[in-house]
């Protein structure tokens, strides 16, 4: 019967601890992935449907700002404003035209789940030894998270087989030295997990995680809230739209008065 020494029960011991850090490790890897998909997946749904509805309503603001400016030239907090305003619009158009580019459905797969947690387990740049290590574990996971988010199923499994395989994997070294490595492992994954609560906190109080659990809340109630807040929107469209009309009537009549009244083409000057 072989009789562990000391260091070696330690070693297993540390061991075994080792794995339920890694495989709590891969699970929040994976939830985190899957909410930051999920997040930037509803952001896009979000500025199709309701944030082009806004960046409409910006830019007919802007052009009601700036009609006001033609009324009042010399008033520099409504020109202020009227700058403001466009700088908004511009920005809200160029949000919208993102969104437009985004059409990706973000669906992860049973099959790929499991592929990435496995990987996640064995490749995590947090259970690196050295610096040369973590560079490549690193450009790996970065790797297994776009395929991963992209829903990959080919890349994920190239991934798996690649790394399975890696020379990474294979050490040879005494008891101690491992028992230090599976320490510094295990501190390497703690911190890890403390990153991953904060980040997780972070995105739970960002306004888009509201407003997507307000959301998911309303759609369970059989309500389509963003549907609500584009009609909303809508509506403000009208009214702006019906000022702006009022406001450009009464800059031409005024033109037309200056016209008539001394000779004079004051839209050159506006």
């Not at 930051?36 to 997946?41: I, K, N, S, T, V």
Request: contains cysteine.
């Amino acid at each position: 019967m072989n009789v562990l020494a000391p260091e070696g029960i330690e070693l297993n011991k540390k061991k075994r601890i080792l794995e339920r850090f890694k495989e709590t490790l891969a699970f929040r890897e994976e939830a985190m992935t899957e909410l930051r998909a999920e997040l930037e997946q509803f952001e896009a749904q979000y500025k199709m449907e309701v944030g082009r509805f806004y960046a409409e309503l910006d830019e007919i603001e802007a052009q009601i700002a700036e009609e006001e400016v033609k009324l009042v030239p010399d008033d520099e907090e409504i020109k202020k404003r009227a700058e403001e305003l466009r700088r908004r619009a511009e920005e809200s158009a160029a949000n919208t035209e993102n969104a437009e580019n985004c059409s990706f459905k973000w669906q992860p797969t049973a099959e790929a789940k499991k592929a990435y947690h496995n990987l996640a387990k064995i490749i995590h740049p947090d259970l690196a030894l050295d610096a040369e290590e973590k560079e490549k574990r690193h450009n790996l996971m970065t790797r297994l998270n776009d395929a991963y988010s992209a829903g990959d199923q080919n890349l994920l499994n190239k991934l798996v087989e690649d790394f399975r395989d890696s020379p990474d994997l294979v050490r040879g070294d005494s008891i101690g030295d491992e028992l230090v490595r599976v320490i510094r492992q295990i501190y390497q994954i703690k911190n890890r997990l403390k990153e991953l609560r904060e980040e997780l906190l972070k995105a739970e109080l960002s306004e888009l995680f509201t407003l997507h659990a307000k959301v998911r809340a309303e759609m369970l109630e059989g309500r389509n809230l963003l549907k609500q807040m584009a009609e909303r929107t809508k509506t403000h469209i009208k009214k702006s739209e019906r000022r702006l009309a009022n406001l450009r009537n009464l800059n031409q009549a005024q033109e037309e008065y200056v016209n008539e009244r001394f000779g004079m083409d004051i839209s050159a000057f506006r």
